[in-house]
């Protein structure tokens, strides 16, 4: 069974930064792309950033471009998404997901985590 763990969430200031994980366990890490969305109250889950099978190919959401970084290591079955210069409309549930397709379609992935609460205070 695929399991999706997150960790790495908090409270932080805007302005500062959070380096977010995700272990996986279930099936071979790194035949399979992995994303990055987010979820605040009230809002639809939308996407931040995925990334391919071999780390080599990576896409963002234009609102967090330039701000977050989105990486792997095979060896370890981790996914990581590096937060900078957090903003208060950053704050919101984080889910790692992972599919067989690079995309930033929510539908394209069939695993979840269970998320891990982000909150930037002004």
């Known amino acids: 069974q695929v399991q999706l763990v997150e960790s790495g969430g908090g409270l932080v200031q805007a302005g500062g930064s959070l380096r977010l994980s995700c272990a996986a366990s279930?099936?071979?890490?790194?035949?399979?792309?992995m994303g990055w969305f987010r979820q605040a109250p009230g809002k639809e889950r939308e996407f931040v950033a995925a990334?391919?099978?071999?780390?080599?190919?990576?896409y963002y959401a234009d609102s967090v471009k330039g701000r977050f970084t989105i990486s792997r290591d095979n060896a370890k079955n981790t996914v990581y998404l590096q937060m900078n210069s957090l903003k208060p409309e950053d704050t919101a549930v984080y889910y790692c997901?992972?599919?067989?397709?690079?995309?930033?379609?929510?539908?394209?992935?069939?695993?979840w985590g269970q998320g891990t609460q982000v909150t930037v205070s002004s």
């Open positions: 997901a992972t599919g067989p397709y690079y995309s930033g379609n929510y539908g394209r992935y069939d695993y």
């Open positions: 279930g099936r071979t890490f790194s035949s399979y792309a």
């Open positions: 990334i391919n099978w071999s780390g080599g190919s990576t």
